[in-house]
């Protein structure tokens, strides 16, 4: 059951659901919002509008999440089918990528909080002079990602093919979805995400609780917790020449904002770095208030 003012795009046979906001006709350019591990577009509750003030804005909901279909999951050494979906960056950045051509139909620029910051970087690749420009909101690092198994310590590199084998397991992952899918988990969550907790309500939680109770949710969640080789933002922004800017939660409790600066201090295309304080790994979400004027001027620059 979609939204009142949700559109669906029939895309390789799955539902993609998306929202619009703004309808200047004469803007050269639009925006995509892309949500995070968990989300949907309506986490973009206090920005698409005041983002859509100055240009068409678009937001979607991601294959597995939101409104958008939640297919079985295809994991590495499993038969690809017509039945399953491959949860990836390159396939979720080419679900970003058609949508901007058949949808959009003009230059945009991505916007991406957590794992969308990702999937921003891998569909402007693809889509080359089409996409204007990137902005990063708590990009996610992928610090269980094998190629950062360096980092990690003596005892996390063993356990490694142990946390493998278990993930792989769909009655283990299916109920440890079970456990997590639930109001007060998820309010539990947000009170670590939003450490100001500002902004974490009862709309809030629901949004995210709803997709949620979809067929395939654990599915979904099955096939990101079995992502653990695939693309880095660094090694994805080194081949890109379009802007890159990043704005970061001060206090995100996953991805170090020490990182963050590092990836400022040396990859060329980030222009770049707000640092908002008293906030998290969604401050787009938390502070609107801080993170708003930043979007606004960031889009108008590109214009």
């Known amino acids: 059951m979609t939204n009142t003012n ?6 390789n046979g799955l539902d993609v659901a998306w929202k619009k906001q703004g309808g200047l006709m004469n803007s050269q350019l639009a925006t995509l919002l892309i949500h995070g591990f968990g ?4 986490h ?20 597995g999440f939101g409104e958008s279909s939640q297919p079985n999951s295809c994991i ?3 038969r690809k089918s017509p039945d399953n979906f491959c949860y990836n960056f390159d396939n979720w950045g080419q679900q970003i990528t058609d949508f901007t051509r058949l949808v959009i139909k003009k230059p ?16 402007a690749k693809i889509l080359g002079p089409k996409c204007k420009g990137i902005i990063l909101i708590n990009c996610a690092q992928r610090l269980m990602d094998d ?18 084998f278990f993930t792989r397991q769909r009655w283990l992952s299916k109920n440890l979805f079970r456990n997590a899918a639930k109001p007060d988990f998820i309010a539990k969550v947000l009170k670590k995400a939003y450490p100001s907790g500002s902004n974490i309500d009862e709309d809030l ?11 395939g949710a654990p599915e979904a969640f099955h096939g990101f917790i079995n992502i653990f080789n695939d693309y880095l933002a660094p090694e994805l922004m080194k081949q890109l020449d379009i802007p890159v800017n990043m704005i970061c939660g001060e206090e995100d409790p996953w991805e170090p904002i020490s990182e963050a600066k590092d990836w400022f201090s040396y990859i060329e295309c980030i222009r770049s770095l707000e640092i908002i304080p008293n ?9 609107p208030e801080l993170v708003n004027p930043i979007l606004l001027k960031l889009i108008q620059d590109a214009t």
């Open 279 to 287: 906030s998290g790994h969604c401050p787009h979400d938390e502070t």
């Open 147 to 164: 190629k950062q198994l360096a980092k990690q310590s003596f005892f996390q590199k063993g356990l490694r093919p142990f946390l493998k």
């Open 76 to 78: 590495q050494g499993e």
């Open 205 to 215: 939680i629901n949004l995210l609780y709803q997709p949620t109770k979809g067929l």
């Open 44 to 63: 973009w509750r206090h920005n698409q509008a005041v983002l859509g003030s100055i240009s068409e804005c678009y937001a979607i909901d991601l294959i």
């Open 39 to 42: 989300a949907n577009k309506d």
């Open 108 to 123: 945009v620029i991505l916007i991406g909080n957590s794992i969308g910051g990702i999937i921003a970087l891998r569909a």
């Open 6 to 11: 949700t559109h669906i795009l029939n895309w």
